[in-house]
């Protein structure tokens, strides 16, 4: 398995990871209000940035740590340069991962013209962004795997 499989499958688990635990250590602070309160829109308002920084702070030390645990098993330094090969499969991780992310905000607006509850229309668009974040990971393993 290459360095870019490997590189993948931690970014795949990670998400899966760091997405569940987070949702789980939010559930129990759920506001018990009504749906439209101002505490139910500072809830999912902080549940989105804390979100999005825990995410990138625990990415980068994932990442860290899997070079690091990458250089011992291995013995091998990880590649400095990208060749057209690895530019085109994150080109093409990128798309499908933007492409979920703008379905589900599509989806998310969509379901404020439908008179759903604001609630609807922040889970759809955290879920939109976790999936993104799963299918840019899949993308890259699917094509280092099977090739371009």
């Known amino acids: ?4 499989e490997k590189k993948s499958i ?15 250590y939010m559930y129990p602070q759920f506001p018990k209000e009504g ?7 500072r ?17 980068i030390v994932i990442s860290i740590i899997f070079n690091i ?10 590649p400095t340069f990208a060749d057209e090969l690895d530019k085109l499969i994150d080109l093409k991780a990128f798309r499908n991962s933007f492409f979920v992310f703008i379905l589900g905000f599509l989806l998310a607006m969509g379901s404020l ?10 889970m759809i668009l955290i ?3 976790f999936i993104s974040d799963v299918t840019g990971s899949i993308t890259k393993l699917y094509h280092y795997r099977k090739g371009v």
């Open 35 to 41: 749906l439209e309160s101002t505490g139910t829109f």
């Open 1 to 4: 398995m290459t360095y870019q």
């Open 113 to 122: 013209v439908i008179d759903q509850p604001s609630q609807v229309m922040f």
């Open 69 to 78: 645990a990458f250089r011992l098993t291995t013995g091998e330094k990880e």
């Open 10 to 24: 931690v970014s795949l688990i990670s998400a899966i990871i760091i997405f569940g635990s987070y949702c789980a």
């Open 43 to 59: 809830y999912w308002g902080s549940f989105v940035l804390i979100l999005t920084l825990v995410s990138i702070v625990a990415h």
């Open 127 to 129: 879920a939109s962004g």
